[in-house]
């Protein structure tokens, strides 16, 4: 009975330290993720504990629709500039490829929509206001945006010219076959850029600052490569970063040599433009300076008027859906609700689609005279601009926000170059920041620190 005993001593203390070690090592192996979780958490990285390896997250593009549209085996219509193409896919396959004659400017104000739209109607030749001609084989799927064949005029002589007022042009005989293989509802997909995986190395020469905002991104505008973040997919409300959007299907939707009569009703919003007076006429364009510079609410409610203030949010909202801005919803044009909701990601996608469609949007934000269609009635010199980076040479553009309860928030753009001498456009957004401008400049200058980047100066007009 004794040795028995002791023998089962023997075996109990060794299957006793067996699960011992055993719980040990799940405990260290869970404190070792942990570890991995918090030491990453905010540098993007998706990481295989496995393999221990770090992929870098890029956010997904227009492009990428693509692949979504052919899984579904969809039949539509991809409009693709950078190979002047117009592709026809049926149930998910591609079927035919057609050349495209010529597409809008976005530095003249025509730059032509991208994104994912549907074809909304078509008409063998309709008839455009604006530049008098016929478009024979017209398919609209968006605002005013057609696809069309070679526009003529009444007496039957072609209109030709290199870019569009923001149309698709196509030659007659694809027109007609296009026109003839699609239906009403049929998604169009607009892509403006190819895909690019630009790699960057990073030097980890610091760490990551401390951050006051709630939330923020950290992305290579170009390629969508993400540096940093954190609650990036986290709605949170945005305050004035609305007007951007307002300013976009503004600039889409109505004819920019309009001008409208300002009425004592549309400068109640709170705050005060000193430049807009009731009984006064202001243009379109005219109207984006004190919007996008002073970040005035009376310049937001004043263009919210030539839509309609219920149809203009309910394009906003459309248009946020069709820029990849899937957690965006709009209330108001100016943001003075805390209704008007957007996460970090969706920003972001809102800052790419105003630099490669929209681009002399934040030309004005930087207070820059852009090409207007009247004579701006005020100094643009002599506005209060907001938007606290102006004064660096890099700084592309972007805009700011306050509510007392959204606290700050912001998206800039600056423009650096890398070791290699390659150009990059970096967007920094921030939403419910204590201090945006220390938070801004923390970043930036861990960017300069660990990538290898040097600011690039903007190229003079």
Known sequence: ????????????????????????SQITAIKFR????????????????????????????????????VSKRENFL??????????????????????????????????????LYKVISGNKNSFSTTSRVYMPYALRYYGKYYIHGEPYYQNGEKFTSSVTGGCIRIEDKYAKEIYESVEVGMPVLVIGRAKEHYQYTNKKLSEFPEISADAYLISDLDSGFVFAEKNSEKQLPIASLTKLMTAVVVAENI???????????????YGFTQVLKSGKRFGVVEL???????????????????????KIIEMMNEKAKAILMEKTEFVDPHGLSLENVSTARDIFQLGRYIFNARPLLLDITRSEEVRDFRKISFN??????????????????????????????AIFIFKFLTSDEEIRNIAIILLKSEDREKDTQEIYKWLLENYSLSPSPLDPK
């Open 34 to 69: 942990q570890t991995l979780l918090y030491d990453f958490s905010n540098v993007a990285y998706s990481i295989d504990l496995d393999n221990m390896t770090r992929n870098p997250i890029y956010l997904k593009m227009i492009s990428d629709i693509r692949n979504d549209l």
């Open 1 to 24: 009975m004794k040795k028995l005993s002791l023998v089962s001593l023997f075996i109990f203390c060794f299957i006793g330290s067996f699960i011992g070690s055993f719980f040990v």
């Open 288 to 310: 984006f300076y004190p919007l996008l510079i002073e970040s005035s609410n009376d310049a937001a409610e004043v263009l919210s008027r030539f839509l309609g203030k219920t």
């Open 78 to 115: 991809e409009v693709n500039f950078p190979t002047m193409e117009i592709k026809l896919y049926q149930k998910g396959a591609l079927a035919k490829e057609f050349p495209i004659l010529a597409i809008g400017n976005p530095q003249e104000w025509g730059g032509s929509p991208l994104g």
């Open 255 to 269: 004819a920019l040599k309009s001008s409208i009569l300002v009425e004592t009703e549309m400068l109640e919003p």
């Open 380 to 409: 643009v010199e002599k506005l209060s601009n907001k938007n606290i980076f102006i004064d660096e040479p890099n700084f592309v553009g972007g805009k700011g926000g306050y509510l007392r309860k959204s606290k700050y928030t």
